[in-house]
Every structure is written in C-alpha cells, then in structure tokens.
C-alpha cells in the first residue's frame, strides 16, 4: 500500500511537472512578453496553477507533516526549507498568476517535490530490498523429539512446556535453554557466537538454545518456553531496538546546520530588501535563497549514496545492520 502511494504520488508531480514547464516554456524564452494577447497568456498561467493543485495538496503532503512533527519537538530537519519553499513558491505564484497576471514559479515547485519523492522511493525501495525477514525461528527447528514415559514422541516445537525431557541427536539444534541431564555432552554455539570450538556441558549445566548437538544421542530438561529463550530476547531486543534521535549520522548533523543557515540567509535577505523599501525584490530573495539553495541536492545525494552502496554490499554478500 506504502508503495502504490508513492508511485501514486511520483506519477501525479511527475505528470505536473512536466506539464507546468512545457507551459512555462514560452514565457521563458520571451523574457515574459511571448504572449501579446493578455487573455492568452492568463490562460496558460490558470492551466499552470491547475497543475500545481494536487502537487501542492497531495503529492507534498509528508514534507508538511514531517516539518511539523520535527519543529514541535524543537528540531531541524531537511523537510523544513524544503516545505517553507514550496509554501511560499506556491502562494507568490498565486499572488503573481491572480493579482498580477504573470507567470509564477508553479514548475519549479512541482520539480522539487518531484525529484525528492524519487530520491524517497529510491531509497525504500532499496532499504526494502536487503531488509532482513527471518526470525529466530528460521534457524530452529520445527518439532523436537519429547520423551513420555520412556517413548520418544515427536511433537511441534511451540508445544514445549518448561520441565519437558527431550531427546537431542547428533547434528541437531538446541530448540530453547535447557539443562543437560545425565552424563555429559559437548556442544557447537557457532550459531549463536560464531566460534565453532565444541563445548563440554556437564549434568545440570544450562545448555542455551541455538546450540549444536556434537556427541551423540543425550537427554535434556527444558528450563524456558522456546519464545522466552535467551537467544530469541536477544534477537527481538536486537530487531526492535530504533535508532536514538541524539546518535544522528554525519549528514544529519550537516543538514541540520546547512538547513539553519539556508533559512538565516533567506530571511535577512529579505528584511534587508523590506528596510529598502522593496518588497518585491525582498521576496524574489527569498524564493532565490530558499529554492536554488534548497537542499535538494544534499538529500539527493545522501538517499542515492546510502542507496548504492547498500546495493553494491549487498551483490558482494555484506549486509549493514546498523
């Protein structure tokens, strides 16, 4: 569902974009004066604000939210110029199509929100890609061997209770913590720490589960469900645990002072052209800043690069967690 909005969401501000700069285009090449009908051109700068309008509305929609959310908790992000520029994009256009009757900057609004739900897509897309899907339970095994009244019976690993006497041969995991009974045995935990040195565990020795029977045929008692084994709490405990927001990446940090910085210079611009008297100068400084300073091409290059190198890893077999 995730996907088929953003594809949803990049077709529509694809489509608006392309359509707003061939519109545009005229105008461009004219220096403002292509049109000698005035009813014409007013048409074409109506057809161009139609276009933005599900850009602005729909496909931008998580630049806002994303802002939003970060600004009531007193931070900075990237979203931040980037949903201030196609704010304030989007209302000078409208001033300018409405009161003025001249063309607004409607394409290159759409162009970046355009490029940046790419850049997203392209980066979930890849994440999703190497995003690991196994649980623990993949390397355990499906039923064990219980032992009742001296008979073996073979029963669904889920089924195990605490106090159970399981039967565990050669070559065969240890499906949760157990107690080895009787005479000793020796145990492979490569699975579990990647050392495959065997281990000898004498009677009454805690036995954790993902441990690789290597002697032979011996009984254990289980001491823990297979879902409250120590392996499986650390698994879900690995799995679960989100990244804390203080242990922000080297580009974070950078886009958190490029942002600021973009956002300071962008408003003492303006305010030195409002203290000259020129508000109109004043606002075309601002646009200027904001959106040709845009740090488009920093989150740009940080989802491409993140991206890539996943992928690159990824065909050579290495894998980044963290």
């Known amino acids: 569902t995730r996907n088929r909005t953003q594809l949803i969401k990049i077709a529509i501000a694809g489509f608006c974009f392309g359509n707003s700069m061939m519109v545009s285009l005229p105008d461009y090449f004219a220096s403002g004066n292509f049109f000698t009908d005035s009813t014409l ?4 700068n109506i057809i161009s604000l139609i276009l933005a309008l599900p850009v602005f509305f729909y496909c931008a929609q998580e630049f806002y939210v994303s802002s939003w959310q970060h600004v009531k908790h007193r931070k900075i992000t990237l979203d931040l110029p980037i949903a201030l520029a196609i704010l304030i994009t989007f209302g000078f256009s409208c001033y300018k199509i409405i009161w003025q009757q001249q063309l607004g900057y409607i394409d290159s609004m759409s162009g970046i929100v355009f490029f940046m739900l790419v850049g997203r897509y392209f980066q979930h897309q890849t994440y999703n890609a190497l995003q690991f899907q196994t649980s623990i339970s993949s390397y ?6 219980k032992l009742v009244e001296q008979v073996e019976v073979n029963i669904p690993l889920g089924e195990i209770q605490v106090g159970d006497e399981l039967i565990v041969r050669y070559g065969e995991v240890i499906p949760t913590d157990c107690i ?3 005479e000793s045995a020796w145990f492979d935990y490569s699975l579990v720490t990647g050392e495959s040195k065997a281990i000898e565990k004498m009677p009454n020795e805690i036995i954790y589960a993902g441990a690789i029977q290597k002697s032979g045929k ?11 084994s120590y ?3 650390l698994w879900n405990a690995s799995n679960t645990k989100k990244f804390e927001e203080e242990n ?10 490029f942002s600021s910085t973009v956002l300071s210079i962008g408003i003492l611009a303006c305010a030195f052209w409002l203290f000259q008297g020129e508000s109109a ?6 646009l200027s800043i904001w959106i040709v300073a845009c740090p488009c091409a920093l989150l740009l290059s940080s989802t491409f690069t993140y991206g890539g190198m996943l992928k690159i890893l990824a065909l050579n077999g290495m894998y980044i967690k963290n």
């Open 41 to 44: 051109q007013q048409l074409f």
């Open 140 to 145: 355990l095994p499906l039923s064990v061997n």
């Open 180 to 182: 080895q009974m009787h």
């Open 218 to 228: 011996c009984i254990v008692k289980v001491s823990k469900k297979a879902s409250d």
């Open 231 to 233: 392996i499986t709490q």
């Open 248 to 257: 922000s990446s080297y580009t974070e940090k950078v886009n958190l002072y």
């Open 281 to 286: 100068t004043a606002f075309k400084a601002l």
